[in-house]
């Protein structure tokens, strides 16, 4: 498979997926052996993750004051939300009151077109609590639209209304997005990183801050807390010296 241009990670991805279903396979008794544990996936290869310093997060929001982009990147490193989820979040899924907001699907391009598809796991559909700015923001991020839907005769907003729609109020391509991140980056010369620099950085943040892995693993939709250590581990600093200031003094 590596012949075929496809990275060590998504090759790694098909491997467990195709083990996965083959040892169900074995467990039901169609198949009595289990090929895919004859060779092992290749290994991963490190790649760094894209993370904004706290000086380039505050030149990116004050270089996008008022531009369209800047609720839905705000709201990218407030939550941590990956780029199809932003895209695939309706009204009906915030709880202003609340201050939160539940992710309940995602926006995919097909071949067929846009598809909207449930989180894979239990642990991708979850709740997210947001910052009183954040709430502050969604407040009047809706009330434009709805200002904007019964100017052009689009009426009122539904539950099943997306947040961060197209011009015409429908579902945007995930592409476009970061066509349109990328476009603005460059003319307002902008940190050169992708869109999904936002969830790295949102992580790192909380990491930064002190806030616990299963915590931050939770937020971030991942169906096992290994998964967010094995991606932001070598972030955490201090842990063995803390761990020896801890232990001190402990038998005594």
Request: charged fraction near 25%; include cysteine; aromatic fraction near 4%.
């Amino acid at each position: 498979m590596l012949d075929s241009g496809l990275s060590p990670r998504t090759v790694g991805h098909a491997h467990r997926v195709l083990s996965e279903v083959l040892a169900c396979a074995v467990k039901n008794g169609t198949l009595t052996r289990n090929v895919a544990t004859v060779h092992r996936p290749p290994a991963a290869e490190d790649t760094e993750l894209e993370i904004l310093e706290p000086v380039q997060v505050k030149a990116v929001l004050a270089a996008l004051e008022g531009h369209t982009l800047f609720p839905i990147i705000r709201l990218a490193l407030d939550t941590g939300m990956r780029r199809g989820e932003l895209l695939g979040l309706q009204w009906g899924d915030i709880d202003l009151d609340a201050a939160t907001l539940r992710v309940e699907r995602s926006v995919e391009e097909t071949k067929a077109g846009l598809r909207l598809k449930q989180p894979k796991t239990k642990k991708g559909r979850r709740n997210i609590t947001l910052p009183p700015e954040t709430v502050a923001l969604l407040r009047e991020l809706k009330v434009e639209q709805m200002q904007i839907r019964l100017a052009i005769g689009m009426g009122k907003i539904e539950s099943t209304t997306v947040v961060f729609g197209n011009m015409e109020g429908g579902t945007m391509r995930p592409r476009n997005l970061s066509k349109s991140w990328w476009r603005v980056r460059q003319s307002k010369k902008l940190p050169n990183v992708s869109f999904h620099a936002f969830r790295h950085t949102h992580a790192s943040t909380l990491i930064r801050m002190g806030v616990d892995i299963l915590t931050i693993s939770r937020r971030l939709g991942h169906s096992k807390s290994s998964i967010t250590l094995d991606v932001y581990g070598h972030l955490i600093g201090g842990a063995d010296a803390a761990a020896a200031a801890a232990i001190e003094g402990a038998w005594k």
